[in-house]
């Protein structure tokens, strides 16, 4: 009876979790009810989805073990917001699970790699935790900056940090959820090897947004994630949490810190007293943040006075963007401008349906997943379970790139 109280403590519904594994919901209900043990091989999954430790889990297929109150008392909990509905706790539980097979597949290409845990750790040690949050994630973003390859003087990062992120062997996430998550940072795998992973939510997104998101999520990878399952930032609102501030502070000044700023002005001849929507379309595209966050930077670093602020936030930028820059067109402007070149699978073959939620893969994780089945790394069952679909469909979508491969052992 434990993991039908850890299901009910995430507020999951059975019947999604049981599309989720891949299983018809009699036979899961029979694994909440106790009637028949889990099967071991489901386990590090489940474990990893829920964030249960892969002990607790087999405690509760034998009914072993300690009770649920001292087990899950703070299991999922940030799921059980008010601000979060059903759908929210399922799109969740969608994106750990492609977490889950995202680190199985970095393992396969041997491309696990663990140079986080050596830096987050140097920059926690770094810091003064007695300082404000806002120095607390400056201070860290210096040290990320400066100890990373992301360090590039005074040249912004913001075209860098997803494949820094691969580098050092953090999994980075976009897709178009409905969701009010607009990002979150979780570990998966193993306890004793936890990799962290990054989400940004790309629906009704801009790149330059995500950017923003995705290093305010790495934030909380560097300092929260030791002490929590996960961190869930949302779309409606901006936390006043501390550990919300030093994240966010991080991300600024990693993406803009003053001297990206005082760089582009020079380069572009750009007057910080008359900025105009021209001025600001250059300073988004050639930062790679939004127009909100730049300006935020500005007057973080008194580049531009609270007058400036709000006259500038009010400018429309958007047109004189989109002749600037490819990534401020929208997904589908940009999937329709590179068509030619771009193979049909990335533009039409990637949504994924489990029950009732459907999901994007990232068309880097595809085609990974195709390059390890033609590699003999990976069955064409497991490349089908790693794109979350059954096997006919997989061979219906992907069958001309497979090359001829053996089925691997």
Known sequence: MILKNIIESTKLDPEFCADLLGVAP????????????????VIPEISSILGITEKTLLQASTGAGESYATLAPAIWYKLRDSKLVQADREMVALVRKLGYYMDQLAAVRGEKLRRFEPLFRSIRDRVDRTAP???QGKGAARDFRSMTDLEHGQVAIGEWIRRALRT?????????????????????????GPTPCVFANSYKSTWFRRNAVIMHEVGHAIFDLESEQISIDYTTDASDELKDQRAQAFAQECLVPKSVLVQLANRFGLKWGSISAANLATLVGYSHVEQRLVLRAAYDSELISAEQLEAYG?????????????????????????????PKW??????????????????????????????????ESKAAEMLMMDRETFVTRFGSLIGGAEKAA
């Open 133 to 135: 949050p806002a120095l």
């Open 168 to 192: 050092l062997g953090v999994l980075t996430l976009e897709s178009p959820l409905k969701s009010a998550v607009e990002g979150c940072a979780f570990s998966v795998g193993s306890v004793s």
């Open 26 to 41: 009699d036979q899961f209900e029979e694994w909440l009810t106790g009637v028949r043990p889990l099967p071991r091989f």
């Open 346 to 379: 990335i533009a039409e073959n990637r949504n994924t349906d489990l029950g009732r939620r459907s999901l994007r893969l990232p068309s880097l994780y595809v085609g990974q997943v195709i390059e390890a089945l033609n590699g003999q790394q990976i069955s």
């Open 314 to 342: 009010a400018l429309d930028c958007a047109s004189e963007l989109r002749e600037l820059t490819t990534h401020a067109l929208s997904t589908r402007e940009y999937l329709r401008k590179q068509a030619v070149e771009m």
